[in-house]
């Protein structure tokens, strides 16, 4: 590489960096019911050496009648160790994952495509600025590590082509990446098999580097075979999946009335749930359908990606003699096998693989259409439009709409709450109830804010689960810290007591205030000034 | 990929053409869009495999204008350019967050007029657009996407959509300037129907039908084992 090609680099590997790190704290402007949980469970290892139900290290971690891949929460307690319990600490080895992973894949494209330095660099700036990368990489998320294991993985059996001893990292990579994301168990299993397949003539020559990698592979799935019989390793699956009996009476239309039905609906589910991945509209229009995991008004790719997507397809096709093309089809080909066999519509967060590998096919078809350009100011114009365009979107949909939209999402209303009981003298020594009947993470998300004692939350949450950790899926769990409980509100108790009741408008109706004589004490606004949540004191002795 | 159109291959277009729920629905609301855009499907598939005459092309021409014509007088999409009550207090409300985070720099009149006329339209332009770019929508119905307010109807039976993928990469491999045109000009009418059209995009109609037939045809082929040179 020449120096002027290092100074490129160079900036669009800090670029990427940066726009993952501007703001982290405050946009998203809070923590959603994972990342509460897997901070706490950071803190509380990082002081005890256990999680908040008292269990040392575990293999996977319960939360909230669901269980989180490990990897995560073990690879915040640093963050947390140097940055404290807070919110930044949180989204940190996610916005690293989304910065290793542009790293990881200039390696791939530089090294996969005969070291062309322009469309290595725009295949990094495509996976570094698409939407679905910045959102995914600036939360906590599981899968964000996920995919940065995966790709390191898939960048070293690339390399294992020609340097047959980057086989084992490459496979301990791919096997580790099974920690940290549900997703990953399924597709780093087939990865490894096909990848063994494609290139089977080559990796024979060096049987005992073969053994050893697949030795390796099989090594960092043991922890695996642990929970494998608890009900955890597969706890996930069975809540979102198609496949019970009473799933196909409920859905399965006319087929309900064929021989092999049952089967034939499980295969027309899969073939709509797959597809829908590999569709336009939801990849260049609709975004997820779910709020917590979409941008405003920008799906996982810009619109106009959709031109380059097409003709980047066309590249792939008549490139597909590379080892890394060929490598490409194969992961676009397996990466939306574990999303599609859940019920959950353009589920993005399962499928981050091949919104990757999207991008390459994407990168394809720009540096195709800019090839074709023979005119040096036209192309240079029509470069400078389309980067304008997309960073005048992305500010705007997610620096500015994502900001005030999806607040909510993340629990912004609980944490100016804490903040307003921390900071008023008036209400020190008073006892509060927040009503965590359709926000079950408030407890935790306070816990983790406001440091609560570890070993205490372990007395109280502990003795529910004791020697049913990863076999037990109840998760009605009372959060009792200091002067804070969160636990939905008992109307025949809560009133007759000096309480201060919080909660939304669902929570507290209007009848309910003068039925039982509540005093309103204070309104906590969103970020859009809307009220969200309302404290009112109890009367117990005007009640008597 | 090259061949010769045989009749055997004009039946497995007829076959396809006929084997689907969404013509006739069409042929049961407007029998004159359904015969034209059956003629027009036999009319696109000579000019993708080999290429017509110029009166057969002029014909082609004619009937997708004369079709998009009839579509865009019942179907045209009168909210493109109208918003809503709730479109209006989200217009507000945004109006609210982007006057705090950008300042001058959305208080000038350019962005103001920008925001207030345009940004919604464009949107609604780019989901009509996307809504018909959905295989979901031809194979099941938009599920798992149903959209709201919209009724859904199958068009194609799921199990077609092997050969629609393979005829799609087909036309992207070895076909993309006929099919390619066909796909813009398509697209570009689409744009301004309502996605809640009865008949559904109809002008999509002839491309589907092709990839189709195009997938079909490879998968025979390699059944038969007469795969002649083609590499995928």
Same mark, same amino acid.
């Not at chain 1, 690293?96 to 790293?103: A, M, P, R």
């Not at chain 1, 196909?248 to 006319?254: A, P, R, S, V, Y």
């Given at each position: 590489m020449s120096i002027r090609e290092i100074i490129i680099l160079a900036l669009v590997l800090a670029l990427s960096l940066l726009v993952r790190l501007y703001q982290l704290d405050t946009i998203p402007f809070g923590l959603n019911i994972d990342e509460a949980s897997m901070g706490y469970n950071a803190y509380s290892l990082l002081e005890t050496g256990k999680d908040r139900y008292g269990q040392a290290f575990p293999v996977i971690f319960r939360s909230f009648g669901s269980f989180q891949a490990p990897l995560y929460t073990y690879l915040t307690i640093p963050a947390v160790l140097l940055l404290g319990a807070n919110i930044f600490a949180v989204h940190l080895v996610s916005a690293?994952?989304?910065?290793?992973?542009?790293?990881a894949t200039f390696l791939i494209s530089y090294l996969g495509l005969k070291k062309n330095f322009k469309l290595a660099i725009l295949i990094s700036m495509v996976v570094g600025f698409a939407p679905w990368s910045i959102l995914f990489t600036r939360f906590g998320t599981e899968a964000s590590l996920g995919l940065a294991f995966s790709v390191l993985g898939i960048?070293?059996?690339?390399?294992?082509?020609?340097?047959?001893?980057?086989?084992?990292?490459?496979?301990?990579?791919?096997?580790?990446?099974?920690?940290?994301?549900?997703?990953?168990?399924?597709?780093?299993?087939?990865?490894?098999?096909?990848?063994?397949?494609?290139?089977? &003539?080559?990796?024979?020559?060096?049987k005992k580097w073969l053994i050893l990698g697949t030795i390796i592979f099989i090594v960092t799935l043991l922890p695996h075979l642990i929970i494998i019989e608890s009900g955890a390793f597969t706890r996930r699956l069975e809540q979102v999946n198609y496949f019970s009996e009473e799933t196909?009476?409920?859905?399965?239309?006319?087929l309900r009335y064929f021989p092999l039905g049952r089967f034939l609906y499980i295969v027309r589910e899969f073939s709509s749930q797959y597809i829908a991945y590999f569709s336009p509209?939801?990849?260049?229009?609709?975004?997820?359908?779910?709020?917590? @995991?979409?941008?405003?008004?920008?799906?996982?790719?810009?619109?106009?990606?959709?031109i380059p997507f097409f003709i980047g397809i066309h590249y792939l096709f008549k490139n597909s003699t590379l080892p890394l093309i060929k490598v490409l089809i194969f992961t676009v080909l397996i990466s939306p096998i574990p999303a599609a066999l859940t019920r959950d519509a353009f589920y993005t967060l399962r499928t981050l693989l091949l919104l990757w590998s999207f991008c390459f096919i994407i990168a394809f078809g720009i540096y195709n259409l800019l090839n074709k350009i023979s005119y040096l100011y036209l192309k240079l114009g029509l470069s400078l439009i389309i980067i304008i365009y997309s960073a005048v979107s992305l500010y705007i949909s997610y620096f500015i709409l994502f900001k005030y939209e999806r607040a909510e999402n993340f629990g912004n209303s609980y944490i100016k709450l804490l903040e307003f009981i921390e900071q008023n003298r008036n209400y020190q020594g008073k006892k509060f109830v927040i009503d965590?009947?359709?926000?079950?993470?408030?407890?935790? @998300?306070?816990?983790?804010?406001? &440091?609560?004692?570890?070993?205490?939350l372990q007395q109280t949450l502990g003795p529910n689960v004791r020697d049913r950790y990863y076999s037990t899926l109840e998760f009605e769990e009372v959060y009792s810290l200091d002067n804070i409980e969160a636990r939905p509100i008992s109307w025949k108790e809560d009133p007759s007591k000096q309480l201060i009741l919080i909660g939304d408008s669902l929570a507290i109706s209007d009848q309910q205030i003068i039925d039982h004589r509540l005093k309103l004490e204070f309104e906590i606004k969103n970020l859009s000034g809307q009220v969200n949540l309302r404290g009112y004191s109890t009367s117990p002795t005007q009640r008597e | 990929m090259t061949f010769q159109i045989t009749t055997y291959y004009r039946l497995l277009l007829l076959a396809v053409i006929f084997g689907n729920l969404w013509i006739w629905r069409i042929l049961r609301e407007n029998l004159l869009i359904g015969i034209l855009l059956i003629i027009l499907s036999f009319l696109l598939f000579k000019q993708v495999i080999t290429k017509v005459q110029k009166r057969q092309f002029f014909l082609l021409i004619l009937i997708f204008a004369t079709i998009s014509f009839i579509t865009l007088r019942v179907g045209f999409d009168n909210n493109i350019f109208v918003s809503s009550a709730e479109e209006k207090i989200q217009q507000n409300t945004r109006h609210g967050f982007y006057s705090v985070e950008l300042g001058k720099l959305f208080k000038n009149t350019i962005s103001l007029q920008f925001h207030k006329y345009l940004s919604t339209s464009i949107y609604k332009l780019e989901r009509n657009l996307f809504y018909n770019l959905d295989p979901n929508l031809y194979f099941f119905a938009a599920h798992p996407r149903e959209r709201a307010g919209v009724g859904e109807f199958g068009k194609y039976p799921w199990f077609l959509l092997p050969f629609f993928?393979?005829?799609?990469?087909?036309?992207?491999?070895?076909?993309?300037?006929?099919?390619?045109i066909y796909f813009i000009w398509t697209s570009l009418i689409s744009i301004f129907l309502n996605p809640g059209y009865y008949l559904g995009p109809v002008l999509f109609f002839p491309l589907m039908n092709i990839l189709i037939v195009l997938g079909l045809i490879f998968s025979l082929r390699i059944v038969k084992n007469k795969i002649g040179g083609v590499r995928l």
């Open positions: 690293l994952s989304g910065f290793i992973v542009v790293c960048a070293l059996f690339i390399l294992s082509l020609n340097k047959i001893y980057f086989f084992l990292p490459a496979s301990f990579f791919l096997g580790i990446a099974t920690h940290a994301y549900y997703s990953e168990r399924i597709i780093s299993v087939i990865f490894f098999i096909g990848f063994n397949f494609l290139f089977f &003539k080559k990796l024979h020559q060096y196909f009476l409920q859905q399965g239309e006319n509209r939801n990849l260049f229009f609709d975004a997820d359908p779910q709020s917590a @995991r979409s941008i405003p008004d920008l799906s996982v790719f810009y619109s106009w990606m959709v965590n009947s359709r926000e079950p993470s408030v407890g935790i @998300r306070i816990a983790y804010l406001k &440091k609560y004692d570890p070993a205490k | 993928i393979i005829g799609l990469f087909l036309a992207i491999r070895y076909y993309y300037l006929p099919t390619g």
